[in-house]
Every structure is written in structure tokens, then in C-alpha cells.
């Protein structure tokens, strides 16, 4: 590829089990409460590491809880405002305390026939309710009418609202954004059936879900001002959406060699200006070439040129920082 060459400085490295699986869950990498975090799962347990604000870190601390799945599949987890942590299982909403015990459990009906269905769990922007997914209620025909969202009171687990979803038997997760917003975003993958991206807010009068602009992938990076930078699950191109503007796409043949894709699926913001992505010859490729974006118009300004060959994963920190990862190690860095 013809664009300048820039170096990265690796700021720092840490030893983390169980990152190179946790980057491929829809829980391992989060924004909680103004906080990044990283979601592992090794050993039976799940460990919660909140990333350090200092960039000679790589990670400040670090919880470690009783996974309720003995082999950990098919959770979703959200650390919460209070330090507790929030577990959804296909079967029940529940919240632990630090010392392990259980604050309290919400059960809900089970997507029996929908293995691949999975609900989603996190606090709303002002830490006032539990936001959750979680299989609906079957119509006259037996038939599911729609998966449903519910607002669950952070004390004590009472539903204090709901909300019908246009998506069902979905995997689901939920982003918030960087500055704050009041809205979460909940995508909602159908495989073949596709994706909804819905804009999420809790409020006196119950929940409000509408969608969010175009989006239509699960693979969303979320920037200030509602900003929301998608790749496609084919790897064939990008969008940048935002309320209020023009949509922005860019088609992987007009910037990449041929035959090339844009792969690891965490397209997001390594500052306002930039968008960091990964780009390589095959979806499964080991080995990937890491592209720096115009955050407005998505055009290539140059490409990280890394001490050595790095995987096709970088998740940005939004701070001019992003994070990589080798086999159980995760490496913090920036341009030089």
C-alpha cells in the first residue's frame, strides 16, 4: 500500500490470560461509566481489568468473580458503577458483589430452539438502572412476537420498565458512548436475518429504542457526538454514520490491494481525528497491516509500521493510545 509509514512506540506490555479468546466475545472489550475495560475468562473464573488512564500502563485494576457458566460460554458481563458486576446468562440477569455473593437474580424465559441467542447486560449512562436482553414472550402461536429489553432497578432487580425489540433470538451487546450520552447502543445480530443497531435510553416515562441512523452491522466503534464508525461483516467496506450528516462509506477495493479486507473487527477512534483499522489478504488471516483513518472522511493517512508483524486486532483507547495483543500478552501504544 502507497501511504506513509508510521512508527509505533510501545508504551507498555502486560501479562493477561485469556485475551486472545476475550477479544472475540461480544463482552471483551467495553466502555463502562466513562472507564475502558477488558473481560477475560481463564481458569473457571472471569477477570475484569479496568485500563489504566496513565499511558505507561497497561492495565490500573483488575476483579476477579465466579463464572456461573462452568465452561463460559454464552455470558455477557458488565462491570457496574458500584464496583459489583453484572452477568447475563441465557437463562437469568444476575449481580455480584465483590466478595462473590449475589446481590440479587432476575430469571427469564430461555431461547430454547435459538442456540446461538445470547442477551446482553449493562448499566444506563447515569448508573440508575440495568439495562438487559433477554428472550420475549411467546404469542397464541407459539412463536416468539420479539426479544425484550428491561430496566431492572440496580438495588434490587424490580423491572421498572420494557420494551419489545424488532430483533429475535439475536446476540445481542451494548456500547455506550464516549462522552456520555444519555443513549446506549444495542446491536442485535440475527446472522442471516441481519443486524439492528438500536439507540437505547431509559427514562422517567420507560424506554425509548429507535435506530441508530443506517447502521446495520454488529461491528460498531462509537466516537463523540453520537458518531458510530461501522465495518461490514464481510470485511467489504466502511460506514460512518452520525445524526444530522451524511453517511460515509468507503469500499475496501478503493483503498486497500486487491483482494484485501478489512478484518479483526474493532474499527474505533484513536483520538477525534483518527480511526485505527486492520486490513489483511483473507478474513482469517494471523497476521494483518494496521491502517490509520480520517475520522470524518475514512481515508487512509498512513499505515503503523510496528517493531514486528502485528495480529488483526487493535483496540483503540480514544486517548491517541490502542491496544494490541500476543498470545496472552497485551502491548499499549501510540505514534511515535
Not at 115 to 144: N, Q, W
Not at 147 to 175: K, M, N, W
Not at 329 to 334: E, G, K, S
Amino acid at each position: 500500500m502507497d501511504y506513509p509509514r508510521v512508527p509505533a512506540r510501545l508504551l507498555a506490555r502486560e501479562s493477561l490470560p485469556g485475551i486472545t479468546e476475550a477479544l472475540g466475545n461480544m463482552d471483551g472489550w467495553l466502555l463502562r461509566d466513562g472507564a475502558r475495560w477488558l473481560v477475560t475468562r481463564h481458569d473457571g473464573a472471569i477477570t475484569t481489568s479496568r485500563v489504566s488512564t496513565e499511558r505507561s500502563q497497561v492495565v490500573a485494576a483488575r476483579a476477579t468473580w465466579t463464572d456461573p457458566a462452568a465452561d463460559g460460554s454464552d455470558t455477557y458481563c458488565s462491570p457496574l458503577p458500584d464496583g459489583t458486576l453484572a452477568i447475563s446468562t441465557r437463562e437469568a440477569v444476575i449481580v455480584q458483589e465483590p466478595d462473590g455473593t449475589v446481590r440479587w437474580e432476575h430469571r427469564h424465559r430461555d431461547w430454547r430452539h435459538s442456540p446461538e441467542a445470547s442477551g446482553a447486560c449493562t448499566p444506563d449512562p447515569a448508573g440508575r438502572v440495568l439495562l438487559a436482553t433477554m428472550a420475549g414472550p411467546l404469542g397464541a402461536d407459539g412463536l416468539s412476537k420479539g426479544d425484550i429489553c428491561r430496566a431492572l432497578d440496580l438495588t434490587t432487580g424490580e423491572v421498572l420498565a420494557e420494551h419489545v425489540l424488532p430483533s429475535f433470538s439475536a446476540t445481542y451487546a451494548f456500547q455506550q458512548f464516549p462522552d456520555a450520552r444519555p443513549e446506549v447502543l444495542l446491536t442485535a445480530s440475527m446472522g442471516q436475518d441481519g443486524t439492528h443497531c438500536l439507540l437505547v435510553t431509559y427514562t422517567a416515562a420507560g424506554l425509548e429504542v429507535r435506530a441508530a441512523g443506517t447502521a446495520e452491522e454488529p461491528y460498531v466503534g462509537l466516537g463523540a457526538d453520537g458518531v458510530l464508525v461501522s465495518q461490514d461483516i464481510g470485511g467489504g467496506y466502511l460506514c460512518r454514520t452520525q445524526d444530522g450528516a451524511d453517511d460515509v462509506i468507503v469500499e475496501a477495493s478503493e483503498v486497500l490491494p486487491e483482494d484485501w479486507f478489512f478484518v479483526g473487527y474493532t474499527p474505533s477512534f484513536v483520538d477525534d481525528k483518527r480511526i485505527l483499522v486492520v486490513a489483511a489478504e483473507e478474513q482469517w488471516a494471523e497476521e494483518g497491516t494496521h491502517l490509520l483513518l480520517d475520522a470524518h472522511t475514512l481515508r487512509p493517512l498512513a499505515e503503523l509500521d510496528y517493531p514486528q508483524t502485528p495480529g488483526v486486532t487493535a483496540v483503540p483507547l480514544g486517548d491517541g493510545t490502542w491496544l494490541t495483543h500476543d498470545e496472552e500478552t497485551v502491548q499499549r501504544w501510540t505514534t511515535a
